[in-house]
């Protein structure tokens, strides 16, 4: 896993962008990787991309952040926002039976549609904010940092 983000790391500081444009891009794909969207999250990191002629590494090493290691986490905590914004008890949460049947599964995961969603957006939000902030202030200070003249 280190290796991983080292290597995302490494990928976002090569990108040859403004350190804005660069920040914008990746905080946009972490709020994507919140999308309540299941399974769409590489197409619209794109599409994005592609419409606001923005970096698509940048943005898809955001939206990767939801992956097969970090879905549930994400999703669980982003109801869990959901279920207190909305004030929706989440007691119910632990009681779904997952190996019920599609049928019985929708009934126990309605009541948490909203929170779901709600919750997701909401969380999507608030990480992208300080994604954006952190990585063009990194960005900028390395520019910086590489500008001035050897000693």
Known sequence: MRGRLKRAAGILLQIQDTPHRTALAFAIGVH???NPLLGVHTLLALGVAVVFKLNRVAMLLGAFINNPWTIAPLYMAGTLVGCFVL????????RIQWSGGSVALWHALQPFLWPFVVGNLLLGTLCALPAYSL???FLERRTAAAALPAA
């Open 32 to 34: 994507i990787a919140f």
């Open 87 to 94: 004030r929706v008890p989440p007691e119910g949460l632990a």
């Open 135 to 137: 990585l063009r202030r």
